[in-house]
């Protein structure tokens, strides 16, 4: 999976140079796969910023009358074991989604992106101690790594979140340290060291807007499996807790009525599946227009 | 006169790709006889690989035979069912491709590779069809055939790969070898080399070839006839001996032209002007016509009407006004 | 052949210090109460305090950091996995069989999710842009998007509740069938991609159509000339999909019940009995690398092209 992202990200990277980025997203524009995803993504972030305004119920809100309700006309979604509405607490779930998005993401990328380009542009000792480290990382699969990491800081929402940046990080330390060694030997930078430019203006001026497609083409293979972890870790026990509306962990209690209120893993469950298939839909179609293959 | 072993007759090979349709053989007529090597010459893109496709129809998408018709050993090939031209593959006819070294399966030893064809084709098993293997490629000249028959194709030669190539599409004695310029990756010291076997096996088991060139100096070696081709069409048709001696046909003058003469004191390389015409657009005219030096001879005919193909003598064809004997009543009184 | 493995090996040997490090870090970064809390409640205050450095002396947490790695590094490498802080149980007793069972788990799905995989990359590459290319495509955009824990649910909901083919609680062998085919069709998403990919690709290489050239059935071209080089492909990614077929394992033993490394895992971080976690991540990370080092090897003797005595 990530040595077939990199390789994909470094083709692309090509591409975005050659066309540009307005010439980019205009042809994602013309896909329908990107605008369908692009449109779930978007309600997604409405939904963080603003559910609380619109959302029907409180989704705290417990009224045991109401319990495990299949969906009707009052409750879309239904409602769950202690008939809090399902509608209201998975829109208010989209806040965990844009979160692990973002905090996640960026904590792999920035500290990723960091190693990468102290590693292939610092001296050779840094760059064997830091492969070394990235070694060891990529050493564990995945979800043990994340597993790892939250029983040294132990389990809770953020806790989660921060592990699941951390194993992010090795996958985009490796792609722009190559991406850097590449660099490097272009002429250009070599002229801009002949004229006398530091290290630190090259990385800046030459280096880094090259090295910024790939790591977007590499963020969007590596977005989905981030929430995924996250959602997983939840589900687990180990990320966010009941009652908080975080998907992953509104199955844990779900699951136990699936007999008889299939309902309530169902509202969560998809939830999960349709933001994730969204990611990947724009993903696949900012990778096919950047595909130098697919023309 | 005996009836010749493949007749090709107005063979239509278009290419449906997302630029447009491109007629890449586009009314071609050829015969081949039995136990004859002719040798199929013309500039790259002018559609004689095609042709050698088709013929074992192997032409992939989006390329398709949309029109003629291939006779082979009095069968029509193009009415064939999938099933039935596997068949005829291998066993009636074969074929040699350009690329000797990524044409054999990286992952399967040589010796296999071989012996496939009689484990598959003949029911022999495994023990026979090796032995037989290892004849083949004594045959065809292989040093120590026991030890490089559990070869894998990396570990050999480009000269080596190809006499596997022509172990394995002899060894079912086909009628036919169709051999794709066999010898053009080749380092020129072994070229003759290759060239010879090929010859010499063919002759051996009555094999007629189809020698598909670029190269008139491997032509004038191995081949008895000769067809050039031009934009998906043969201009002429002539014996090897006739062709080089009095070329009817102006392009095939400019080829001949283009040779370049070992030792002679001034290479004779003549450049034909232009280039060969993109066959994507519907011609009107003779289609060697933008490039031809000799146009002018035969008036604005060539611009805008297709010549025939003339007949000028046995087994001697050109498709060109220039043969057409009323132009040369008319270059007679112009003269 | 042996110098290169052991060129491997000595290449992993880093690697496994580093997950040594890794896993002591569990023990070393982890808060004080973790062991204060094993007390509370249990004892009087002084009793507890006594307690507490007792056992702080018996795990070693009263040394400093570098000797308590090189005290944990020797009885790792001695198979010593030590004792579980809340059974008192040597770890290996609760541990052993559990890693059986997570491995027969991966094992199953790995079956399943290379024939699947593997088959409708096969069929989706030779009727590339077909129809059949399309839906294939599309139900494995799905598979990579669908959590393994919620289409564990729903396939517990389709078999066990719905169509009641299977009873929820099953015994022997019948248990393994709904985890491992949960994981196992997840699994067969990013298998029949890589499959389609390596395929296409080898289909249009020279030497399929050489085959074709020699008279060869379809199938033969697909399944004696094209498939066995497709499948180098497929294996070079093999090592990672063990990786996520562990992970996925871990996840789907929680929904279903099954008595394996994951399940376990998850209760003892609650319960912080950091030796436990330890030795589950210890030996998930050390399979996985054992796992990779065979892929390797077997990567060099499935491709005759591969000079191991080189470089």
């Known amino acids: 999976m990530s040595s077939l992202a990199l390789e994909r990200a470094v083709e692309a990277r090509a591409v975005i140079r050659r066309a540009g980025w307005r010439w980019t997203l205009r042809q994602l524009f013309r896909k329908r796969t990107a605008l369908i995803g692009g449109a779930v993504v978007l309600f997604l972030i409405v939904c963080a910023l603003w559910a609380p305004d619109f959302v029907p119920y409180d989704p705290f809100k417990v009224n045991t009358l109401n319990r495990l309700k299949p969906p009707s006309a009052a409750h879309w979604l239904g409602t769950d074991e202690l008939g809090r509405d399902l509608l209201s607490r998975v829109l208010i779930g989209a806040r965990f989604f844009v979160l692990v998005c973002l905090i996640s993401v960026s904590i792999a990328a920035s500290v990723g992106v960091f190693l990468g380009l102290i590693a292939g542009s610092g001296p050779s000792w840094l760059d064997v101690a830091v492969m070394r480290v990235i070694d060891v990382m990529l050493a564990f699969p995945y979800i043990l790594l994340t597993l790892a990491i939250i029983a040294i800081l132990g389990p809770s929402l953020w806790m989660a979140m921060i592990s699941v940046g951390i194993a992010g990080i090795p996958g985009y330390a490796r792609l722009v340290r190559g991406e850097v060694l590449a660099v490097k030997q272009e002429e250009y930078v070599e002229a801009m060291r002949a004229l006398g430019a530091g290290p630190a203006a090259i990385m800046v001026r030459a280096i880094l807007p090259n090295v910024a497609s790939s790591i977007i083409i590499y963020m969007s293979f590596q977005m989905p499996l981030a929430v995924l972890a996250a959602a997983a870790l939840s589900f687990l026990g180990l990320g966010a807790q009941p009652p908080l509306p975080e998907w992953g962990a509104m199955l844990v209690n779900a699951r136990t009525f699936l007999r008889t209120a299939w309902w309530t893993s169902a509202a969560p469950g998809l939830a999960i599946f349709v933001s994730i298939l969204a990611l990947n839909l724009l993903g696949n179609a900012l990778r096919d227009v950047l595909d130098p293959k697919s023309k | ?335 | ?311």
């Open chain 2, 1 to 335: 006169m005996t009836e010749p072993l493949l007749s090709i007759e107005g063979l239509k090979t278009h290419f449906f790709g997302y630029d447009g349709l491109v007629r890449a053989v586009d009314g071609v007529d050829l015969e081949v006889n039995p136990g004859e090597v002719l040798g199929l010459v013309g500039e790259s893109g002018c559609g004689k690989t095609v042709t050698a496709l088709s013929v074992m129809r192997l032409v992939d998408a989006p390329g398709r035979i949309v029109g003629g018709t291939i006779r082979f050993d009095r069968r029509d090939l193009l009415s064939l069912s999938a099933s039935e031209m596997a068949q005829v593959r291998g066993a009636e006819i074969a074929m040699i491709f350009q690329q000797p070294k990524v044409s054999l399966n990286p992952v399967m030893r040589v010796g296999r590779q071989i012996a496939e064809q009689f484990i598959r084709r003949r029911g022999m098993d495994e023990a026979a069809a090796w032995k037989e293997a290892i004849g083949l490629l004594a045959a065809v000249g292989i040093p120590a055939p026991e030890a490089k028959a559990r070869a894998y194709p990396h570990e050999l030669s480009g000269g080596q790969a190809q006499r596997v190539m022509i172990a394995i599409a002899l060894s079912l004695k086909p009628k036919l070898l169709i051999a794709d310029e066999p010898t053009t990756a080749l380092d020129v010291t072994v070229q003759a080399q290759v060239l010879a076997l090929l010859r010499e096996r063919c002759k051996a088991l009555g094999t007629s070839l189809i020698l598909v060139t670029h190269d008139l100096g491997v032509v004038a070696q191995v081949a008895d006839r000769v067809a050039v081709m031009y934009a998906g069409q043969v201009v002429e048709q002539a014996p090897v001996e006739r062709l080089f001696e009095a070329p009817e046909h102006p392009y095939t003058r400019g080829l001949l032209g283009s040779i370049p003469v070992l030792g002679a004191l001034k290479p004779r390389l003549v450049e034909i002007p232009g280039n060969v015409p993109t066959l994507d657009g519907v011609s009107v005219g003779c289609r060697f016509a933008a490039r031809c030096g000799e146009r002018l001879r035969v008036g604005s005919r060539c611009e805008t009407e297709a010549p025939p193909v003339i007949a000028r003598g046995p087994g001697l064809q050109v498709r060109c006004w220039l043969a057409d004997p009323a132009a040369a009543d008319k270059e007679r009184a112009l003269a």
């Open chain 3, 1 to 311: 052949m042996s110098a290169y493995i052991a060129r491997r090996l000595m290449l992993a040997a880093p690697v496994v210090v580093g997950i040594l490090l890794v896993t002591f870090l569990i023990q070393a970064l982890i808060p004080a109460d973790a062991v204060n809390t094993m007390f509370q409640g249990q004892l009087s205050d002084d009793d507890a305090a006594e307690a507490i450095k007792v056992m702080r002396a018996k795990y070693n947490l009263d040394r400093s950091w570098f000797e308590q790695f090189l005290i944990y590094s020797a009885n790792i490498l001695q198979g010593d996995l030590g004792e579980s802080i809340r059974t008192r149980q040597p770890v290996i007793d609760e541990i052993g069989y559990r890693y059986l069972n997570t491995i027969q788990l991966t094992l199953a799905s790995l079956v399943i999710g290379a024939v699947v995989g593997v088959l409708t990359g096969i069929v989706a590459a030779y009727k590339k842009d077909s129809w059949l290319d399309v839906t294939a495509m599309t139900i494995g955009l799905f598979g990579i998007s669908m959590p393994a824990f919620f289409f564990g649910l729903v396939l517990i909901f389709v078999f066990a509740v719905w169509l009641q083919w299977l009873p929820v609680i099953v015994q022997g062998w019948q248990s393994l069938i709904l985890p491992a085919l949960t994981l196992g069709l997840i699994e067969a998403a990013p298998v029949s991609r890589i499959a389609r990919s390596s395929m296409i690709e080898v289909l249009s290489r020279e030497y399929i159509r050489a085959a074709r050239a020699k008279g060869m059935s379809e199938a033969t071209v697909i399944f004696h000339h094209a498939l066995p080089n497709a499948l180098l492909g497929v294996v070079t990614i093999l090592g990672l999909q063990v990786g996520n077929l562990l992970g996925g394992a871990f996840i789907i033993e929680v929904i279903f019940g099954w008595r394996g490394m994951g399940e376990l895992a998850v209760k003892a971080i609650q319960w912080r009995d950091f030796t436990i976690t330890q030795a589950i991540i210890l030996m998930g990370a050390g399979t996985y690398v054992l796992v990779n080092l065979a892929v390797d090897i077997l990567y060099t003797w499935l491709d005759p092209r591969i000079d191991y005595s080189a470089t």
